[in-house]
């Protein structure tokens, strides 16, 4: 005999937990499906316990650059401490707990679609309305002759670790990947660095991942730009990289984040006849539906791997499910790197607008050019204190991208994404008050290179 809800969530990262949240508030029957850890990737990998251990590093590097301020150093254990707080020590058993008592039905078990409005998990035969999948993402490891054999790290084994290695080599440049290295580099190990663009963050305009290869580099990471790791292998208690330039690189780690792919496989989607895309992703409308009472959000369908556009979606899902029509807006995802100075970054890049045939009109500025910077760190004349670039559609007169390289940039570049999203005149914008002194001041500055 199944069990019956009005909801099933399969996948309980910060997707499937937005969800269930939002499902719960309208008084819903909701199970919520999970194969390894309640809090997901996010919780207890990647964002979070990222995020708690690049936060330091971005204390030592503010000291550094603040007038009169001496360098502070690290207490490691205490950092460990913290960040297995965050990570409520993989243990998810409270957050079950929690669930429980609200009157959700948690299943510690793979889930499997098992037909439309079935889902089957645990040996359990799940009947409902509306079946939601969060499953996430996996890394993608590429087929590196040697890796599997000499053995390597994922976010997963860098975020768990109880001590820094003395050096670590990291295949990626991408926001993973440039993270990775600045914070090993700050926490005290040796970093080389492969990426087989010729900047970091290739997706991004070529200006922001040339600026964040030059912050990388003068805090002594060694960056190997255009280049492919050929093979992989073990001496002694070290990884040797073989480049397709013939050079070598030799680390005690070896740390591949190389992108991730969706985690689609044995989810059952022929019961429903959907097929994964071309990339393992499952297809969406802009409902969010995969077919009738299912749907998807988050890394799985392939739109944008970041928390908050899974939440977006999750969002836009729910408020689907519940009868309120509502449909997906992708123009102004906000896409941060959390080094330090943060680099972040909306909309289109100015080769996709052209792309699409706008005609494009840029402007770019050096913070240097407004006072923030000189009071939030200690600057001279000729210092670099930031940069910041608008890309405005000319004819229709409203921004259509933007980014930055600066101190607190993944705050304020959110005035830029209501602009894009809003598709806000740039008349208004530029007739908007600024506080000052503030880096949102940037701008005013860039607003009026535009309009000049």
């Known amino acids: 005999m199944a069990d019956r809800f009005d909801a099933v969530i399969v996948g309980a990262g910060p997707t499937g937990e ?15 499906v ?18 708690t251990l690049l936060r330091p590093t971005e204390v030592q590097g503010e000291a550094e650059n603040t007038a009169g301020v001496s360098r502070p150093t690290f ?29 959700v039905t948690v299943i510690k078990a793979p889930g499997r679609l098992a037909g439309p409005g079935r889902v089957e998990a645990d040996g359990r035969m799940l009947e409902t309305d509306h079946v939601l999948i969060a499953t996430g993402s996996a890394p993608s490891i590429p087929p590196i002759d040697g890796l599997e054999e000499a053995g390597y790290w994922t976010n997963r084994e860098a975020m768990e670790i109880d001590d ?51 912050v990388l580099e003068g805090q002594g990471v060694e960056l190997h730009l255009g280049r492919r790791a ?92 519940l009868g309120r029509e509502a449909r997906a807006d992708y123009r102004a995802i906000p896409r941060i790197v959390f080094t330090y100075p943060e680099a972040a970054a909306v909309g289109l890049t100015e080769e996709q607008a052209r792309e699409k045939g706008i005609e494009v009109a840029t402007a770019e500025v050096q913070l240097v050019e407004i006072s923030r910077p000189y009071t939030y760190e200690e600057l001279h004349d000729g210092d670099w204190g930031g940069t910041l670039r608008l890309i405005a559609d000319r004819e229709r007169h409203v921004l259509v991208g933007a980014w930055a390289v600066a101190p607190l940039a993944s705050e304020w570049i959110h005035q830029a994404v209501l602009a894009v999203r809003a598709e806000v005149p740039l008349d208004v914008l530029e007739d908007t008050i600024p506080g000052f002194p503030s880096y949102t001041e940037g701008l005013q500055t860039a607003l009026a290179e535009l309009a000049a």
């Open 18 to 32: 937005h969800a269930v949240g939002i499902l719960l508030d309208q008084g819903k029957k909701v199970a919520l």
């Open 34 to 51: 999970e194969r390894e850890f309640v809090g997901g990737e996010c919780s207890g990998w990647a964002c979070i316990p990222t995020k």
């Open 75 to 103: 207490d490691w254990p205490k950092v460990r401490e913290y960040r297995n707080y965050m990570t409520v020590d993989w243990d998810d058993s409270g957050r079950i707990e929690s669930y429980e008592k609200k009157g």
């Open 164 to 214: 820094w290695p003395s050096s670590v080599a990291i295949l990626g440049g991408g926001p993973v990947g440039t993270e990775f290295g600045q914070m090993f580099r700050r926490y005290g190990s040796d970093v080389a660095l492969v990426q087989h663009a010729d900047r970091l963050v290739e997706r991004e305009e070529p200006g922001l991942g040339k600026l964040l290869g030059q």
């Open 230 to 321: 050929e093979s992989v292998r073990r001496d002694g208690a070290e990884r040797v990289v073989t480049l397709d330039d013939g050079s070598e690189l030799r680390a005690q780690e070896l740390i591949v984040a190389t992108g991730r792919k969706p985690r689609t496989s044995e989810l059952g989607l022929d019961s429903i006849g959907v097929e994964p895309g071309e990339r393992g992703e499952i297809p969406v409308d802009e409902h969010c539906r995969v077919s009738e009472g299912v749907w998807a959000a988050g890394d799985v369908t392939g739109v944008a791997l970041f928390t908050h556009t899974g939440k977006y979606q999750a969002r836009v899902a729910t408020a689907n499910m």
